[in-house]
Structure formats: structure tokens, C-alpha cells
């Protein structure tokens, strides 16, 4: 089955840093998605992406986050000027069809700002 | 509000007995869906029951949605020590758009 693909695995980064986490979708899916989950909590919606463009976005998604589809085939997720509080796994997600489908997430990024 | 909540936060069985998870929801839903997450890893897609369906079968999984409850449950069937998982249920409607929105998960053990 195709796989959606998260470098690195794990980031560690000293606060007020910027991170890029990167992610490589399935090939024909047109919708592209941010999740998070802090540690032991429930899986939480950050951005949607569609047609070159945000979709839409949590109210966690503020100022501090960028998304960017460089090329054909990366997403990435920006988080600039890290806190503590954004130490969790991020996941990114794609679907042939949006929300209304199945989506297949990547193994996702655990990042830990210290 | 909040949407997807699954109870029972935590389920403990003996290999070969069933596991039945429930998912509540306070708005009305175009889909709901179930996943499974293998701890530290990422989600994997189980089963889409769609607004006008009452059950879907996958495999080992049952799942039923009752829209007038707005419940769904997830009953997997002869677990085998490799269920042992977190499972999620994630839901999409017409006012959230176009994304998933979680519920906080049921932690299954399945002790051989």
C-alpha cells in the first residue's frame, strides 16, 4: 500500500529555535493535512492544504506555523520561534478526496524542544 | 464542542474475547471514521461508516452508527495480542470542513 513518508523521525531543538519537519504525500492525493498529538492526549487538526493553498486551519495555527509544497511532491511544516509547549509527535496526512476519505498518515515526527 | 469521545478510556481482555469500543459526537456528520495507532507510531485508517449507513463490516471489525445516539461503536471479534493498540474515531461535517476531528482514543490490551 502507499505510504506517506515524515523525515526526521525524531527532532530535538532548543526553544526559540525554527523547525522544518518534511513530509512526502501519496503521489495523486490533493489534499494534505497537519495533525498533532501531545503526549497521551487526543489527535489534534492543525492545518488542511488544497490546490496550493491553506485550506483551513486550527486556532493553534497561528503566526508561529508556515506551510509550504516546495515542489511536486513535499509538505512541510514550519514552526518557528519553538516553545516548550510544542513538544509533541506531528503527523502529516494525505487523502485522495479530503476529509470524506480515508486518510493515510505518515509514521509521524516527535519533536522535542528542550 | 467537543466531538469524538470514546469510552472506555482503557480496555484490558484475554486473547480470543471481543473488544467493544463506543464513540459519541455531538454534531450531526457527513462520516465517521476509526483508526488504530500502534504506540509512538503513526494512524492507521481501519474503517469509514458514512451518515446513512447503520453497519460496516471489515475484516474481524464490526462498526455500527446510530445517528439519532449520535454513537458509533467498534467491536473487534477474537482479538489477538497484536490489536493491542490505541483506537480513535475521527469524524468529519459540513461545519468543521474539510478535516478530521478526533476523539481522545481507547487504549486496548490484549493479553496472550
Known amino acids: 500500500e502507499p505510504e506517506v513518508t515524515q523525515t526526521p523521525s525524531h527532532q530535538v531543538t532548543q526553544m526559540g529555535q525554527e523547525v522544518i519537519l518534511r513530509c512526502v504525500p501519496i503521489?495523486?492525493?490533493?489534499?494534505f493535512y497537519w495533525y498533532r498529538q501531545i503526549l497521551g492526549q487526543k489527535v489534534e487538526f492543525l492545518v488542511s492544504f488544497y490546490n496550493n493553498e491553506i485550506s483551513e486551519k486550527s486556532e493553534i495555527f497561528d503566526d508561529q506555523f508556515s506551510v509550504e509544497r516546495p515542489d511536486g511532491s513535499n509538505f512541510t511544516l514550519k514552526i518557528r520561534s519553538t516553545k516548550l509547549e510544542d513538544s509533541a509527535m506531528y503527523f502529516c496526512a494525505s487523502s485522495e478526496l479530503g476529509a470524506r476519505a480515508k486518510a493515510f498518515f505518515g509514521q509521524g515526527t516527535r519533536l522535542t524542544v528542550v | 464542542s467537543q466531538q469524538g469521545e470514546e469510552d472506555p478510556q482503557a480496555l484490558s481482555i484475554q486473547e480470543g474475547e471481543n473488544a467493544t469500543m463506543n464513540c459519541s459526537y455531538k454534531?450531526?456528520?457527513?462520516?465517521l471514521q476509526w483508526y488504530r495507532q500502534n504506540s509512538g507510531r503513526g494512524l492507521v485508517h481501519l474503517i469509514l461508516?458514512?451518515?446513512?449507513?447503520r453497519e460496516k463490516h471489515s475484516g474481524r471489525l464490526r462498526v455500527t452508527l446510530d445517528t439519532s445516539k449520535k454513537s458509533s461503536s467498534l467491536l473487534i471479534t477474537a482479538s489477538r495480542a497484536a490489536d493491542t493498540a490505541s483506537y480513535f474515531c475521527?469524524?468529519?461535517?459540513?461545519?468543521?470542513?474539510?478535516?478530521?476531528?478526533f476523539g481522545g482514543g481507547t487504549r486496548v490490551l490484549v493479553k496472550p
Open positions: 461508516i458514512r451518515s446513512n449507513e
Open positions: 503521489s495523486n492525493h490533493l489534499y
Open positions: 475521527a469524524t468529519d461535517n459540513e461545519a468543521a470542513g474539510n478535516k478530521l476531528t
Open positions: 454534531t450531526s456528520i457527513n462520516n
